[in-house]
């Protein structure tokens, strides 16, 4: 019997707590779900529509639905749905039934029809009296206006009635309501407790009647209602008058002045507050705002700001964006004292206030999402070089979902490598092998992407949605990889783990960068408004004829001319007008090895070909042995003459290694180092030589027909299609 009757207090103490002591109990179950169990149990649905970033549906989640005596009125009366207005079946409900702001609150019958609805936050015992009448036929817009009509003028009624308008559409008869009702009060009526919603929600500011009446005759609203309450409706009043006097920026169609400054001081003097404090911390705030020095003022707002509420320290933040147009120095000071106070508000409030401080700095934000399919949760490392300088990053992500906000003003290639147990691989050597990939920062922009990441595997990058930098970047690292790429992608990922020597495999790097050079070339052709086209067409420029790129660079439209890459391009492209194919090449006269002097136009009638290369270019070096081949297959038909420039101002030093490196190499033909008599012939000036190996091919009439730029470069095939 004892244990039996421990067991009964037991049970008796959980149950309050499990049963009773909790808030809404929102159901995990479609919308059909939802109908078919309040069928069931004859009730209506309530949905709450809500989303991740809205701030409202927060508060409304922590600080009202988890109420007690919420949860006691909504768990009796409805079956409970929360609905992300963004996600799976919530996308389709928030179209149906047309919801437009967040949060909205929609009561449906079990059959799916529309019973009630409203939005936006209020306080718990303010929401469940909203919802309960809005339900109640009494109270529905019908029965509020048939109420009316017949004569009823109840507190409760007029401020339902009047509220019904303003929702509706009808502000101003809305507004008429609540006048003709105020006018028709006594003045002993007009201070009581139940009219105190003329207030609260119909006196809009200090400068509406019923404000001028409240602080005319406070003493009796006091006696009526209770000072905290007054006094917190008459700061309000107040607050909202000094708010465009503390702010930057200056509010059109509003008086900011000395003299309406001093009238206002006069009315918070006379309305002696209780709670006033606040209030003289933004005077001393619009004191120095007023003398409209904006350093002074951003100072005073440092010192100020702890002492303020989170509301006031936004409503001054917000303004800060009024002061792009100022000097650098105020800007910056702008942006720091934004960055310290970002903390203020949450959600779109937060990110408002971030897009400013970020426009102050002259900077954009950079948002990159990406839905993992193979982990939960980890950490990722962000590394970029900015500025010459490397930069890491550590992230993490959670839910599958990598979320990565970044702020610049350059635009930057980068890397992500995750870092989880689950995808690392041991190597050989006693490290850890993790999947990686790379993206694009791009101030301004946005990029979404599915990850399909596996261990020891290299990822599959798929472009969602986003901006076109970003795009084009997925689009031809990833989308257009060519099995080349990908074999060797793999092979690289393989050969780490695996602990051997990349260098081992030649052909299958030749083939890969064959293929990734095909491929880039005719994604720059086939992509002239393309900023990564542009990039490209900069950074591999030696791959095409010049002719050739000067034409792709006409075809790209101004602002991506303009940019930093635009302006190389036209540069190298300006540079080398009179040396491209198809112009006749510049006349020389050089000593070779032997103390012969060659001269091109004693060469006149057949192809000469020009090999500029050093004996410290290692790819010019192991261009070498090909070269010979080519000299014994081509030597009848074409004069072959190496142009060797050396990295020393010791002549003698230059010679030594010029000397050597022919012997070495084994080259017979003719070779003249540029080095000797540079002062009177310069044949890399001559021929516009910026990067080595650089191989010259020109007709028997002089005309320059192929500029051969790269170790990579077969000189053969070009000699095939020319000599041949």
Same mark, same amino acid.
């Given at each position: 019997?004892?244990?039996?009757?421990? @067991?009964?207090?037991?049970?008796?103490?959980i149950?309050p707590?499990?049963?009773?002591?909790q808030?809404v109990?929102?159901?995990?179950l479609?919308?059909?779900?939802?109908l078919?169990?309040?069928?069931?149990?004859?009730?209506?649905?309530?949905?709450?529509f809500y989303t991740t970033w809205c701030?409202?549906?927060k508060?409304?989640?922590?600080?009202?639905?988890?109420?007690?005596?919420?949860?006691?009125?909504?768990?009796?009366?409805f079956?409970n749905?929360?609905?992300?207005?963004e996600?799976?079946?919530?996308?389709?409900?928030?179209k149906?039934?047309?919801?437009?702001?967040y949060?909205?609150?929609?009561?449906?019958?079990?059959?799916g029809?529309?019973?009630?609805?409203?939005?936006?936050?209020?306080p718990?015992?303010?929401?469940?009296?909203?919802?309960?009448?809005?339900?109640?036929? /009494?109270?529905?817009?019908?029965?509020?206006?048939?109420?009316?009509?017949?004569?009823?003028?109840t507190?409760?009624?007029?401020?339902?009635?009047?509220?019904?308008?303003?929702?509706?559409?009808?502000?101003?008869?809305?507004?008429?309501?609540?006048?003709?009702?105020?006018?028709? @009060?006594?003045?002993?009526?007009?201070?009581?407790?139940?009219?105190?919603f003329l207030?609260?929600?119909?006196?809009?500011?200090?400068?509406?009647?019923k404000?001028?009446?409240?602080?005319?005759?406070?003493?009796?609203?006091?006696k009526e209602?209770?000072?905290e309450?007054?006094?917190?409706?008459?700061?309000?009043w107040?607050r909202?008058?000094?708010?465009?006097?503390?702010?930057?920026?200056?509010?059109s169609g509003?008086?900011v002045n000395?003299?309406?400054?001093?009238?206002?001081?006069?009315?918070?003097?006379?309305?002696?507050?209780?709670?006033?404090?606040?209030?003289v911390?933004?005077g001393?705030?619009?004191?120095?705002?007023?003398?409209?020095n904006?350093?002074?003022?951003?100072?005073?707002?440092?010192?100020?700001f702890?002492?303020?509420?989170?509301?006031?320290?936004?409503?001054?933040?917000?303004?800060?964006g009024?002061?792009?147009?100022q000097?650098?120095?105020?800007?910056?000071?702008?942006a720091?004292?934004?960055?310290?106070?970002?903390?203020?508000?949450?959600?779109?409030?937060?990110?408002?206030?971030?897009?400013?401080m970020?426009e102050?700095e002259?900077?954009?934000?950079?948002?990159?999402?990406?839905?993992?399919?193979?982990? /939960?949760k980890?950490?990722?490392?962000?590394?970029?070089?900015?500025?010459?300088?490397?930069?890491?990053?550590e992230?993490e992500?959670?839910?599958?979902?990598?979320?990565?906000?970044?702020?610049g /003003?350059?635009t930057?290639?980068?890397?992500?490598?995750f @870092?989880?147990d689950?995808?690392?691989?041991p190597?050989?050597?006693?490290?850890?092998?993790?999947?990686?990939?790379?993206?694009?920062?791009?101030?301004g922009?946005?990029?979404?992407?599915?990850?399909?990441?596996?261990?020891?595997?290299?990822?599959?990058?798929?472009?969602?949605r986003?901006?076109?930098?970003?795009?084009?970047f997925?689009?031809?690292?990833?989308?257009?990889?060519t099995?080349?790429?990908?074999?060797?992608?793999?092979?690289?990922?393989?050969?780490?783990?695996?602990?051997?020597?990349?260098r081992?495999?030649?052909?299958?790097f030749?083939?890969?960068?064959?293929?990734n050079?095909?491929?880039?070339?005719?994604?720059?052709?086939?992509?002239?408004?393309?900023?990564?086209?542009?990039?490209?067409?900069?950074?591999h420029?030696?791959?095409?004829?010049?002719n050739?790129?000067?034409?792709?660079?006409?075809?790209?439209?101004?602002?991506l001319?303009?940019?930093p890459?635009?302006?190389?391009?036209?540069?190298?492209?300006?540079?080398?007008?009179?040396?491209?194919?198809?112009?006749?090449?510049?006349?020389f006269?050089?000593?070779?090895?032997n103390?012969?002097t060659?001269s091109l136009?004693k060469?006149?009638?057949k192809y000469?070909?020009?090999?500029?290369w050093?004996s410290w270019?290692?790819?010019?070096?192991e261009?070498?042995?090909?070269?010979k081949?080519?000299?014994?297959?081509?030597?009848?038909?074409?004069i072959f003459?190496?142009?060797?420039?050396?990295?020393?101002?010791?002549?003698?030093?230059?010679?030594?290694?010029?000397?050597?490196?022919?012997?070495?190499?084994?080259?017979?033909?003719?070779?003249?180092?540029?080095?000797?008599?540079?002062?009177?012939?310069?044949m890399?000036?001559?021929?516009?030589?910026?990067?080595?190996?650089t191989?010259? @091919?020109?007709?028997p009439?002089g005309?320059?027909?192929?500029?051969?730029v790269g170790?990579?470069?077969?000189?053969?095939?070009v000699?095939?299609?020319?000599?041949?």
């Open positions: 019997m004892k244990i039996k009757l421990v @067991l009964f207090w037991m049970i008796a103490a149950l707590l499990s049963s009773f002591a808030g109990d929102f159901k995990e479609t919308m059909q779900e939802a078919t169990l309040a069928e069931k149990e004859k009730k209506m649905v309530f949905v709450d701030g409202p549906c508060m409304m989640s922590s600080e009202v639905f988890t109420r007690e005596q919420v949860g006691a009125y909504f768990n009796r009366e079956v749905l929360k609905v992300d207005a996600k799976g079946e919530g996308v389709e409900l928030a149906k039934y047309q919801v437009k702001a949060p909205t609150f929609v009561v449906l019958k079990a059959d029809t529309e019973v009630y609805r409203t939005s936006g936050a209020r718990a015992e303010e929401f469940v009296d909203k919802i309960r009448k809005g339900i109640d036929p /009494k109270w529905s817009p019908e029965g509020l206006t048939r109420r009316y009509k017949k004569g009823e003028r507190p409760e009624l007029v401020n339902e009635y009047a509220l019904l308008q303003m929702e509706t559409g009808n502000g101003e008869l809305g507004n008429q309501v609540v006048r003709e009702y105020f006018d028709r @009060l006594s003045d002993k009526r007009r201070v009581k407790p139940e009219n105190f207030y609260t929600r119909y006196a809009l500011n200090y400068r509406d009647p404000a001028d009446y409240m602080f005319a005759n406070k003493d009796r609203f006091v209602n209770g000072r309450k007054v006094d917190s409706l008459l700061y309000g107040l909202q008058q000094v708010m465009p006097f503390v702010s930057a920026r200056i509010i509003m008086e000395e003299g309406e400054w001093i009238r206002l001081k006069e009315k918070i003097r006379d309305a002696a507050l209780s709670n006033g404090e606040g209030l911390e933004l001393e705030i619009a004191e120095v705002r007023l003398k409209n904006m350093k002074d003022y951003l100072n005073i707002c440092r010192k100020k702890p002492q303020l509420e989170e509301r006031d320290r936004f409503s001054i933040l917000v303004g800060f009024f002061l792009k147009e000097d650098e120095e105020i800007r910056q000071i702008a720091d004292l934004l960055r310290d106070n970002l903390n203020v508000a949450e959600g779109l409030n937060n990110r408002v206030l971030y897009s400013i970020l102050l002259g900077k954009k934000e950079f948002r990159l999402r990406a839905a993992i399919d193979a982990v /939960k980890g950490k990722v490392i962000v590394s970029y070089f900015s500025k010459e300088k490397f930069v890491q990053e992230h992500f959670d839910n599958h979902v990598l979320d990565i906000s970044m702020a /003003k350059d930057l290639s980068a890397g992500v490598r @870092l989880c689950e995808l690392a691989t190597t050989a050597r006693g490290t850890k092998q993790n999947p990686h990939f790379s993206f694009m920062i791009v101030p922009e946005f990029a979404v992407l599915k990850l399909g990441l596996e261990k020891g595997k290299v990822p599959v990058v798929k472009w969602e986003g901006g076109s930098v970003s795009r084009d997925v689009r031809l690292n990833y989308d257009l990889l099995p080349e790429e990908a074999g060797y992608n793999q092979l690289m990922v393989d050969n780490v783990i695996q602990g051997g020597d990349i081992d495999y030649p052909r299958e030749q083939r890969s960068f064959d293929a050079k095909r491929k880039t070339m005719e994604f720059i052709r086939g992509n002239p408004d393309s900023y990564i086209a542009l990039v490209k067409l900069a950074e420029y030696i791959w095409f004829d010049e050739e790129a000067e034409d792709i660079y006409s075809r790209f439209p101004e602002n001319k303009g940019n890459y635009g302006r190389v391009i036209a540069q190298r492209l300006e540079r080398s007008r009179d040396f491209r194919t198809g112009r006749p090449a510049k006349n006269e050089k000593k070779d090895m103390g012969k060659v136009e060469l006149r009638g000469v070909l020009l090999d500029f050093g270019c290692g790819p010019c070096r261009s070498h042995p090909h070269l081949e080519l000299y014994e297959k081509y030597k009848k038909q074409v003459i190496n142009v060797a420039q050396e990295n020393t101002r010791d002549l003698n030093e230059a010679r030594k290694l010029w000397r050597t490196a022919v012997k070495e190499d084994g080259m017979t033909w003719t070779q003249i180092l540029n080095n000797e008599g540079r002062e009177t012939c310069d890399i000036r001559l021929f516009n030589i910026s990067s080595f190996p191989k010259v @091919l020109i007709d009439n005309i320059v027909v192929a500029r051969m170790g990579m470069v077969d000189a053969g095939e000699l095939e299609k020319m000599v041949d």
